[in-house]
């Protein structure tokens, strides 16, 4: 660039080019800093799931080591298998998701739409909830549970769960429904659609976006609750969250089957978020600009 | 399209004529009244505009009609029908909105089909009404399209598509132009002329745009602050506009507006005393009226300063100074007058128009 006698056009356009690519380059530098610093419990997790016990705790730690697929063998069929766990987790994160949309939908629709008597009160109450510190919770609803007999229970379980995700699903849903125009509901019932397939046809199909982040949100708090499902749940209703705690006894902590466990309860979770990613991403944006959200 | 049937064989269709009639419509928005008793009779056929600046009451007025807007008192009756307490999509009527409001996740074909869709229509009979209808727009060639993926003007078409589709006994168009720009509002304008004679299919247009309210409508309502001041055909308004303030809303520009006075028969204005042909009536202040084309500059009348010369191409405006109000003067030839100069102005006796001050009603 510097040698010869380059055209003003060309130098000009040397400069713009070299002052991206070093910009490009920075970017991945500081990018790739965070990612390894977010990554590396989780890879480090990863890599402790194929050692053995002895390997674990080797020091100082080996990179290198002969892999082993004892731990997901034992965690998932040995005597302390994770595998009802993981199922239980389903039931609850699931149920909690479905219940969690089936009231969170219509409501956050009402909310949006109808001209309700107190609706502006109500708004704020359903995010009120959101205030209380869920430890200050745990007695009161372990107390109610225990007197319906709902300990140990899936229903107790969702239940209250959804005391916390209804709520903050319908907040989430809101924001969606009214970047929907009054007007396109107009056309709809005009078109002699009727309030239902209105909401059906023209209404849901527009935000479905925030559907999908409204499900994924809900069902991966859910999946991940310990708190409450290490309390009020037992023998019966004992989430993967719960039962990974199990491997850290007072005498000794199993490092390689925690690893491998928490690997099998993370998997859902990653698939979960790499197919909803795109949707994720600007759930979070929504409402940032006026109709930014949707396409 | 019904006019001409005859009328033994169709009693069916003559009920679904489109005759509209509203009685006493008062709408209240807490303490404010939007709309103060709208009374209203359009008749099957006709091309019917409501005219009236932003915030008048005409898109309430629509909205009403369409069952989209609850009223605090009144009736809608739909071809002598009371269907006030109906939904709205009980009422056989279709809308086009100043949004076009097209559903974005559906294809054109798809929007312009909802509607029959939603009556269970047969698939071919779809098919073959939703091409008529794309066809009668020009937009057959877009049906695979998305509304994101339309210019202005096709998303229009493909709104009044969805409209005429499935043969409503009522349109209703809110400022369906307003979002063109000015050379495709133009032609769109005739279109839609054509092809409400085409279909026959009474027509409620909102516009705040006078001049599109003249030339598109049979018959136009002028409202003013939640009122309909005047009901009538264009050049009737035109001609005998029933306030000062429809005066000065129609017209391009609008009517020239004075302060004057009648005393003993003769009309006095900026200092000089008129006698019109006709006697101007009680004695009084009141407020002259006079069309920029009615003006004309002569040797003697009413003083005045020539402000400014607007050259039209075809036409001059000219902009004059008469006791300090602007009076603006349509000449349809160069007029030999500069800036600065003073000149007179004269202007036919039956060109005057004569409003009360005080209440603004004509004489």
């Given at each position: 660039m510097g040698s010869g006698a380059p055209t003003f056009e060309c130098s000009a356009g040397c400069v713009v080019m070299t002052a991206n690519r070093v910009r490009t380059l920075a970017l991945i530098v500081v990018a790739g800093a965070l990612l390894a610093v977010w990554a590396f419990p989780v890879l480090w997790a990863l890599l402790t799931s194929f050692k053995t016990e002895r390997d674990v705790l080797a020091y100082p730690p080996s990179l290198i080591f002969e892999p082993t697929l004892s731990n997901y063998r034992d965690v998932l069929f040995g005597s302390a298998s994770i595998l009802p766990n993981l199922v239980s987790s389903t039931i609850v994160a699931g149920a909690s998701t479905l219940l969690t949309l089936l009231f969170a939908v219509p409501a956050a629709y009402a909310l949006a739409r109808l001209a309700l008597p107190g609706k502006r009160a109500s708004g704020f109450y359903v995010l009120a909830?959101?205030?209380?510190?869920?430890v200050g919770l745990i007695i009161p609803y372990y107390l109610v549970l225990q007197k319906i007999g709902a300990l140990d229970t899936y229903a107790g379980l969702v239940v209250i769960y959804l005391t916390f995700s209804l709520p903050f699903a319908i907040w989430l849903m809101v924001s969606y429904f009214e970047d929907v125009p009054r007007e396109m509901e107009e056309a709809a019932l005009l078109d002699r659609a009727g309030r239902w397939r209105a909401l059906w046809f023209v209404i849901l199909p527009q935000v479905r976006g925030g559907i999908a982040v409204t499900t994924i949100f809900v069902f991966l708090n859910a999946w991940n609750e310990f708190l409450f499902a290490v309390v009020l749940g037992g023998n019966r209703v004992r989430p993967v969250t719960v039962a990974m705690f199990n491997f850290i006894s007072v005498e000794q902590t199993l490092w390689a089957k925690l690893a491998a466990g928490a690997m099998l309860a993370m998997a859902p979770v990653i698939l979960l978020g790499l197919i909803a990613q795109r949707h994720i991403v600007k759930g979070l944006t929504v409402g940032a600009v006026k109709g930014g959200g949707r396409t | 399209m019904l006019a001409g049937a005859p009328a033994a064989t169709s009693v069916s269709r003559e009920q679904r004529a489109g005759r509209v009639g509203m009685r006493g419509i008062v709408k209240r928005h807490g303490a404010f009244t939007a709309l103060h008793g709208i009374d209203l009779d359009i008749e099957p056929g006709e091309f019917f505009a409501l005219l009236g600046p932003s915030g008048s009451g005409k898109t309430t007025t629509l909205r009403i009609l369409a069952g989209l807007e609850p009223l605090n008192e009144g009736r809608v009756l739909l071809d002598g029908e009371d269907v006030t307490d109906r939904e709205p999509g009980e009422r056989d009527v279709a809308m086009v909105f100043q949004s076009y409001a097209?559903?974005?996740?559906?294809?054109v074909y798809d929007n312009i089909a909802f509607p029959l869709r939603m009556i269970a229509t047969p698939k071919d009979e779809i098919e073959r009404a939703v091409r008529d209808a794309a066809g009668k727009v020009r937009i057959d060639h877009l049906l695979a399209r998305r509304p994101g993926q339309l210019s202005g003007g096709q998303q229009q078409r493909c709104a009044l598509a969805r409209a005429i589709v499935r043969k409503p006994r009522l349109f209703l168009l809110d400022e369906?132009?307003?979002?063109?720009?000015a050379k495709l509002r133009l032609e769109t304008r005739v279109e839609l002329r054509k092809l409400q004679r085409a279909l026959g299919v009474t027509t409620v247009y909102v516009t705040h745009d006078q001049e599109e309210a003249m030339t598109i409508a049979d018959r136009v309502a002028v409202f003013m602050d939640g009122r309909i001041v005047q009901v009538g055909r264009p050049q009737d308004i035109f001609a005998r506009p029933a306030t000062a303030v429809v005066a000065a809303f129609i017209g391009s520009p609008p009517m020239n507006l004075l302060e004057a006075e009648v005393r003993d028969g003769a009309l006095h204005v900026a200092g000089v005393v008129l006698h019109p042909d006709t006697p101007p009536g009680d004695d009084g202040e009141v407020t002259l009226g006079v069309r920029p084309a009615a003006l004309r500059i002569a040797p003697t009348g009413v003083p005045a300063r020539v402000d400014l010369l607007e050259d039209l191409g075809d036409s001059t405006i000219v902009d004059l100074d008469v006791a300090g109000h602007l009076v603006k003067l349509r000449a349809d030839h160069h007029p030999n007058v500069k800036e600065g100069e003073s000149v007179h102005i004269a202007f036919a006796s039956d060109a005057c128009h004569l409003f009360d001050r005080r209440t603004g009603v004509r004489r």
């Open positions: 909830t959101q205030m209380l510190p869920p | 097209l559903y974005p996740h559906m294809s369906p132009l307003s979002n063109l720009d």
